[in-house]
């Protein structure tokens, strides 16, 4: 790893309104549980001890122990294949309701075989279930493939403990619930100020920096307090990095020209708000941007796109320890944000003749300076068929430090990119990981409108850490 020490100058009062409220409490019995607010919506996933029942007779969710949601309010809960819709369960409140410890647990969702005759009836006082039908044979042959989406409407509850298979043989298998993702709807990660900022793409020509070059912004916007920043700039190719330290007063900005600082060099950077030994921090004041000015391959000509930085606020006052020369950090709602999980890339055009050329990029963050992340990426698109209709078609891709697909060649099924987005018209892609850990990346369009933007959050992943050196930072 290479170190540079650069210094540079911003900043103003900046209110931080969270919009994603996940609080971690114990219920009555001491068990820890996550609450969820109205705002926010979660996948689980199964993972069951024990074999499934290969006749099953119905999947029962069952109630988390803490209620206080209103009249009105609506629990949704929705039986996914990977990022497809099975069927949905809905619970409906006529009351408010209010309890602590909900003891029992009851159905709260069901989801019953296509002709069967089972009845939601009223799991909670003053409440209505609606059963959702589907294949339940297919769930419990594979349940690694499907995934449980929790909505609530409005009020408060905690998340749901586990769900019960019933069916033959076995009679009933209790299956734990665990948590995967949060979906990101209410978050707006490039809009905000953090302690961690990330920048998905920089690049630069070392022979023609005036046709392909970068500039990152980064600014410090507390009125009284110097910030130390540690950013690091990291190979897409290699995965090796390059850190500059910035000691940046109150109220100054700094701006990097990536053709001194990484020339010839394609990546992403992140940045750190550290104390002065390099430990990381809560200082929930960064801002940054990054200007990327690229050659347009089916014009010739350069362009530049202007991408937000993705800032990450650290929820936890104080610095991160150093452990044998590293400190840790976990990003899991507790500790930093969440980093997004699953990412959807906009409006993307007809490929078609190369009118119009599509990239779209997408990394995972190193967990460390000693290991190269992969990824098996599932990117799935949706359209208007001919008909009319919605339909999807999707592709494969691994991932290995930092990728770039061009859309135009990129192999999807059923149906091949021309067919699936004929001239004229536009689909919306999604990229997630099989392993459901965090995905980060950006989208560029050439051709009759030429623009880049970062890609947008759908969901968060449960918990991942970045360890990072400890050095302590230098300002000249």
Known sequence: MTKITVCGCLRFVFGLALLMLVIVRADATGRQMTMQSGLDSYYFSFK???????SPFSLLIQSPTFFDVPAGAVLSV??????????????TFQQAYMNQLQL????????????????????????????GTADLARVTMEPSAY?????LSAGLISTPRSAIFTGLPGGFVIVDLELSAVSAASVIGDQKPGSVLF?????SSASNPTRENSTLNITNTNSTTQAFVRLFLVSGTTCQTTELQLCLAAQETVSLLMSDFDPGV???????ATNSQGQPIQFNWLTGNVVVKQTASNSGGPYSSMLGAVALAKRKDGAIANVNGFAEMTFDDVNYDRLPGQIAFDSVPSQVGATNLTVVSVYRPLTDFSSIPNAAVQITGWSKNNSGQVATSAGNLNSTCYSDVLMSTFRLQPTVINQFVPTGTTAWFAASSVDLLPLMGSQFNTGEFNGGNNARPLTFSAEYKIRIPVAAVTCP
């Open 104 to 131: 029992p647990a009851v159905p709260i969702a069901s989801f019953v075989p296509p002709g069967s005759s089972t009845n939601g009836g009223q799991p909670l006082p003053n409440t209505s279930l609606t059963v």
């Open 147 to 151: 995934k449980v989406f929790w909505n």
């Open 266 to 272: 394609k990546g992403y950077a992140m940045a750190v």
């Open 199 to 203: 920048f998905n793409r920089y690049t």
């Open 48 to 54: 069951p001890t024990s074999s499934l029942p290969a």
């Open 78 to 91: 929705r039986l996914m294949r990977g990022d497809t819709l099975v069927a949905t369960s809905t619970l």
